[in-house]
């Protein structure tokens, strides 16, 4: 079965620095791979997603995630954060040919001004 | 697009009692899916239904809770004799179809059980 690890619970960063949210996933093959945010309050929303292709995969509001499959890993990144960035997010695989989505735990990000 | 539409937002039940969310799908999609949200056990897969039909319960607590989609229009959680430990934000969500396709996420349904 598929999973995801997202090892950071939290993390700080200041406004204009840089982001990376780290993402490591468990599947045997290629599976998708999708980054959501989550505002307080409110449901999910999708940033990005991946199966083939580039292994750079531009998003929503300057994201973008890099799959590496050495590493099996699906790091999400952002050259300059912004305060409205605060959320929590959460990287999630589905296998191919699945309709399941597994969610990885969230990592909660607060930008300081 | 209203989105996915889920009622109620907030429901505060006692120990024992019934508790049954609703969620209407965007229109169209044919996948329903139900995750429960907690601090300590974050997003945990419950049910989906594909074209109406139950296709993965994996996740579903066997007694007490139980999901229906009677038409494509809607979809409900139950959960019977609720359990303290059974606080959680109840999320819906749909999308299209197709493996690799978008949830669309509603707004959740916060269930506290005093």
């Known amino acids: 079965a598929q999973s995801v690890t997202q090892p950071d619970a939290r993390v700080t960063v200041s406004e204009g620095a840089s982001l990376q949210l780290r993402c490591k996933y468990s599947?045997?093959?290629?599976?998708?791979l999708f980054w959501y945010v989550q505002y307080p309050r409110q449901g999910l929303q999708l940033l990005l997603k991946?199966?083939?292709?580039?292994?750079v995969v531009q998003g929503v509001n300057g994201f973008e995630a890099e799959f590496s499959k050495s590493n099996s890993s699906f790091h999400l990144r952002k050259a300059s954060v912004h305060w409205s960035d605060s959320a929590v997010y959460f990287c999630?695989?589905?296998?191919?040919?699945?309709?399941?989505?597994?969610f990885g735990s969230g990592t909660r990000l607060l930008v300081s001004p | 697009n209203a989105g996915v539409i889920q009622t109620p937002r907030h429901k505060v039940t006692g120990k024992g009692q019934e508790a049954t969310l609703w969620c209407e799908p965007i229109?169209?999609?044919?996948?329903v899916f139900w995750y429960r949200q907690t601090i300590v056990q974050g997003l945990e897969f419950l049910t989906y239904?594909?074209?109406?039909?139950?296709?993965?319960d994996s996740g579903m607590p066997k007694e007490r809770f139980s999901a229906q989609m009677p038409n494509q229009s809607h979809s409900t959680l139950k959960i019977q004799s609720t359990q303290p430990q059974d606080s959680a934000v109840y999320l819906c969500?749909?999308?299209?179809?197709?493996?690799?396709?978008?949830?669309?996420f509603g707004e959740g349904s916060r269930l506290i059980v005093v």
């Open positions: 969500a749909s999308s299209p179809g197709g493996a690799g396709n978008t949830l669309y």
């Open positions: 599947y045997s093959a290629t599976p998708y």
């Open positions: 991946y199966y083939s292709g580039d292994p």
């Open positions: 999630a695989v589905s296998r191919t040919g699945g309709y399941k989505v597994v």
């Open positions: 229109s169209g999609h044919s996948a």
């Open positions: 239904f594909r074209n109406q039909a139950p296709i993965d």
